[in-house]
């Protein structure tokens, strides 16, 4: 199935699923079809981040955020990724993608997004996005509040820490 049509089913399935809260998880199921390969006959490195997109379209309709996105004429934005393979996906191989809210800063949410197969990751990816609308980077507790939720982000996981360095040391490269 083309992505157009993932697209698809993943709009409608999204109306018809119940509604989450910001930081709840998303699961979606997906098959690794024949044009979803490479010249190894695993998935393209390319399609689990479009794939990624398409987990984090569903989270953002399931949790509010889509409604409040048109609404307000935001566009959703990846500021960062970053990617860890550990098992290759086979064709026709079943797997999930998980996808949940890690914690966000002034700026940015941090998302984590997991594909999963038989109870094991297969890769991991870290993602933080943004919304941008017609005045620049809609700030995260302004979202967090327009759908409902006005609690504080929750901490940064450990494992995580490294990332504000990251992000200051591209910054700094980018600026050259």
Not at 30 to 39: N, V
Not at 96 to 103: F, G, M, R
Request: hydrophobic letters at 45%; one cysteine or more.
């Amino acid at each position: 199935m083309n992505l157009i049509f993932r697209l698809i089913r993943i709009v409608i399935l999204s109306m018809l699923r119940p509604g989450l809260h910001p930081l709840d998880p998303s699961s979606l199921r997906f098959r690794a079809w024949p044009f979803d390969l490479d010249i190894n006959v695993h998935m393209t490195n390319s399609r689990y981040f479009a794939l990624m997109d398409l987990g984090r379209t569903e989270l953002i309709m399931r949790n509010g955020i889509a409604k409040q996105m048109f609404k307000r004429k935001w566009q959703p934005v990846v500021s960062g990724s970053t990617m860890r393979f550990k098992r290759a996906i086979k064709p026709f191989q079943s797997f999930a993608l998980e996808t949940q809210a890690l914690y966000w800063d002034d700026k940015g949410f941090y998302l984590e997004q997991r594909f999963v197969s038989g109870g094991k990751t297969l890769a991991l990816g870290v993602v933080k996005a943004v919304f941008v609308g017609p005045n620049g980077i809609v700030a995260p507790d302004e979202v967090c509040r327009l759908v409902g939720t006005d609690e504080a982000s929750p901490s940064m996981p450990d494992w995580l820490s490294g990332w504000p360095d990251m992000e200051s040391a591209i910054e700094a490269r980018l600026a050259i």
